[in-house]
């Protein structure tokens, strides 16, 4: 193979790496919806033990930084056990939660 030839073969290649790798960026940078938030959190306090502080609904505008995700029956535990629920959101009265 002559220099032009490969030149311009070594050039068809990047060109078509360019192209995939700009497609992949592409699909990288296409916004992705957020994520469903969790049911429900449970709020921790602050130290070493970090005890729970309140539990919250999933979608609760007060919930804070020191939230985790809980499942129902996690949630309906942490209730029944004597964690006090958000007086905004109101988790104790949603349906099935403290029969």
Not at 17 to 27: K, N, Q
Not at 46 to 68: E, F, N, T
Not at 81 to 89: K, L
Request: glycine share 8%; charged share 25%.
């Amino acid at each position: 193979m002559t220099n032009t030839r490969r030149g311009a073969h070594t050039a068809l290649h990047l060109a078509s790496v360019a192209a995939a790798g700009g497609e992949r960026e592409a699909r990288r940078r296409t916004p992705r919806p957020p994520p469903e938030p969790p049911a429900w959190l449970i709020v921790h306090g602050i130290g070493a033990a970090r005890l729970p502080v309140r539990v919250h609904a999933g979608d609760c505008w007060d919930a804070r930084k020191r939230c985790s995700p809980l499942s129902s029956e996690e949630a309906r535990r942490a209730l029944a056990e004597g964690v006090p629920a958000c007086p905004h959101c109101r988790p104790n009265a949603a349906p099935g939660m403290l029969e």
